[in-house]
């Protein structure tokens, strides 16, 4: 191989991995403006690439030498023997909140996923990346008179998240089955406080509870995957995954301390009521197990399914059991290109993608199964003369309801995402 070239490719993994690193330096940023992410440890984040999420997030039983599916690491199979495999992607979302009475509208951006994936060998391959796997971000007020007090605020705030950065592998047994297990490192801090205050009395004293939990420890997650290959070019997928619960470890500083407001806006504070540092202790994140399979016509057109259940019944934070219960997930899509052929125009080029999805969260709330909906339209726009592509994908949903008194959601999710392909392990028989 040219001794330039190799210079140029070392040189782009060095990027990649700074660009890695940066990110995660930046991950305790808030990502997500949702009141729903108050509970357990927040919104769980998909783990899907553009391609999926624009299939309504089918994954299982999906898989490509082209982009990279840690949803399933037996996917990781389809590597091609002499390619490397780079996905990154980012997102943002327009939300609006609205109850019986009022509405609010938010919004945020993020960078979603870094992910790589290579060949080891003729029967084994490799992926590495960083992922969100929850996010908190959330602001909530509560005004209410109450007798002999005269006007209460609570304001509640969290911020921060959970990030999982994995290393996985994949394992061919034989033309059609592959295994493959994740080893997940996951980290992150929550950030949440809660505040009472007392706007008709100058001397009652407001009273602050603040709360950080840090996270860090490492969990396993397995997949299987199966792909035959039949006449006219028509193919099968199935794929399923499962990962056993894990005690992840954690520790939480507790702070509660009467204050006054001062004039410059910072808690003039009164005395401490309330001081733990470094507490240790575990959060349980339950089981899960999901199902999915695809079916189509090699490079042309495909269609999937996925199923996923997850026992947040079992969850418990350092060793107190919440009220949250069994989630669900289904999703259903598929893609068309009208020609794979490199002299047809480029918009026969194009593969158009299309999904919907339906959920029961882990939350239930005044007798109310929080579910959420969503519709999803994408992209991918072939780089001419290369295999790589750019992916855009749209989503437009609603989560919760209003009954209750409860606050609902609208929202619309983009995703930008880039996947290089590029031939890296050539041996060349001339320099």
């Not at 509870?209 to 490492?218: G, N």
């Not at 733990?276 to 399979?293: C, D």
């Amino acid at each position: 191989m040219n001794t330039t070239l190799k210079i140029k490719r070392i040189s782009k993994i060095l990027q990649a991995l700074a660009l890695l690193f940066c990110t995660i330096q930046v991950s305790g940023q808030s990502r997500i403006s949702s009141p729903y992410s108050r509970f357990g440890i927040g919104d769980l984040m998909n783990e899907n690439s553009v391609v999926n999420m624009a299939m309504g997030g089918i994954s299982y039983g999906l898989s490509s030498p082209y982009f990279v599916n840690p949803a399933n690491p037996a996917t990781y199979s389809s590597f091609d023997t002499l390619s490397f495999v780079f996905d990154v992607g980012a997102y943002g979302s327009q939300s609006k909140l609205m109850t019986t009475t009022q509405s609010q509208s938010t919004n945020f951006a993020s960078l979603a996923y870094l992910k790589f994936g290579f060949p080891v060998t003729h029967w084994w391959r490799s992926s590495f990346g960083l992922l969100p796997y929850s996010n908190t971000g959330y602001q909530m007020l509560d005004k209410q008179i109450e007798e002999n007090i005269g006007s209460v605020t609570r304001n509640y705030q969290g911020s921060g998240g959970i990030n999982r950065f994995y290393l996985g592998n994949s394992i061919k047994l034989n033309k059609n089955f592959s295994v493959g297990v994740n080893l997940n490192y996951l980290f992150g801090t929550l950030e949440k406080s809660s505040a009472t205050t007392f706007p008709d009395s100058a001397y009652r004293m407001n009273y602050k509870l603040k709360t950080s939990t840090r996270v860090h420890d490492i969990s396993l997650d397995y997949g299987l995957f199966y792909k035959r290959q039949g006449a006219k070019g028509y193919q099968l997928g199935a794929g399923l995954v499962f990962s056993n619960g894990a005690n992840v470890s954690a520790s939480e500083d507790r702070v509660g301390y009467r204050y006054f407001f001062s004039n410059t806006g910072v808690d003039n504070v009164i005395d401490t009521v309330l001081n733990n540092a470094m507490v240790k202790g575990k959060i349980f994140l339950p089981s899960f197990v999901g199902g999915g399979f695809t079916f189509g016509k090699s490079e042309k057109w495909l269609v999937g399914a996925d199923y996923q259940w997850q026992m947040w019944n079992n969850y418990s934070y350092f060793g107190v059991e919440d009220s949250l219960k069994n989630s669900m997930r289904i999703s259903v899509g598929g893609q068309y290109t009208p020609s794979v052929s490199t002299i047809s125009g480029y918009f026969q080029r194009i593969t158009y993608r299309a999904g919907f999805r339906y959920s029961n969260s882990f939350l239930e709330l005044r007798g109310q199964q929080i579910d959420e909906f969503g519709i999803s339209f994408g992209l991918g726009l072939p780089i001419p003369r290369t295999r790589s592509t750019v992916n855009l994908s749209a989503e437009i949903g609603t989560r919760g309801t209003t009954n209750e008194n409860l606050i609902k959601e609208n929202f619309v999710r983009f995703t930008l995402g880039l996947s290089v392909f590029e031939r890296w392990f050539i041996i060349r028989k001339y320099d």
